[in-house]
């Protein structure tokens, strides 16, 4: 069975600071990671991917993955409130028997961003 | 352009009704997805078709039955539903499907319809 974790939540942080999403997984096969953010009643809305071990940056927001760990992060800088949603950590893997990908999610952590 | 569309976006059914949900996309990607999602739960992945083929399904109860009738389009027919089926039903599609590549395996959803089986 492969897993994703992430970390419980609920998170509330106030204006303007660091949020801080944490993942792991337990495919070491996977190759490709990525965080979707979804409010309430939508669809999953991609926001970051990333595929190498080290960060990557796409304006407030930076990915990191540690292959070795098995972990990938999300830090959301100055947060506004627009931000609360829930966000879902994803990992692709082949399923079984294949080379088809297949999204795995994690539960999702639900963020405040509080004025 | 990573537009996937859906219709309708809201559908109310009863439970000895049959209707179809509709998935499209333009973007030349060759496996398409469908997932439930229940409330404060992860997507949950039905169906997959890989170049317009059924590749994977997760042991979705009959009255549920996917459709690929070209590389664009997608559709779920729904027949027979219990009110327990009330959810988002999402549509993805991903350009090439394949869990070894990089970037070409990026999936990308459409706004869903949101199911209510009365």
């Known amino acids: 069975q492969k897993e994703v974790e992430q970390n419980s939540g609920p998170l509330s942080v106030p204006e303007g600071a660091i949020a801080s999403l944490n993942c792991t997984y337990s495919?070491?096969?996977?190759?490709?990671f990525f965080w979707y953010r979804q409010y309430s009643g939508k669809s999953p809305e991609l926001i970051m991917s990333i595929y190498s071990n080290g960060d990557k940056e796409d304006g407030r927001f930076t990915a990191q993955l540690n292959k070795a760990s098995q972990y990938v992060s999300l830090l959301i800088r100055d947060s506004q409130p627009s931000d609360s949603a829930t966000y879902l950590c994803?990992?692709?893997?082949?399923?079984?028997?294949?080379?088809?990908?297949?999204?795995?999610f994690g539960r999702g952590t639900q963020l405040t961003v509080w004025p | 352009d990573t537009e996937v569309t859906q219709t309708p976006k809201h559908l109310v059914m009863g439970m000895t009704n049959k209707k179809s949900l509709k998935c499209e996309q333009h973007m030349g990607h060759r496996a398409m997805y469908w997932y439930k999602q229940k409330a404060k739960k992860p997507p949950e992945l039905m169906f997959v078709?890989?170049?317009?083929?059924?590749?994977i399904n997760e042991s979705v109860p009959s009255r549920f039955s996917p459709e690929c009738p070209n590389s664009s389009l997608l559709n779920l027919h729904l027949h027979a539903l219990q009110p327990e089926d009330s959810a988002l039903y999402l549509c993805?599609?991903?350009?090439?499907?394949?869990?070894?590549?990089?970037?070409?395996?990026?999936?990308?959803f459409g706004p869903g319809t949101r199911l209510t089986v009365l």
């Open positions: 994803a990992v692709n893997s082949p399923d079984r028997g294949s080379t088809l990908g297949r999204l795995y």
């Open positions: 078709y890989s170049y317009e083929k059924l590749s």
């Open positions: 495919d070491r096969v996977s190759q490709s």
């Open positions: 993805a599609s991903t350009l090439m499907g394949n869990g070894l590549l990089g970037s070409t395996d990026t999936q990308y």
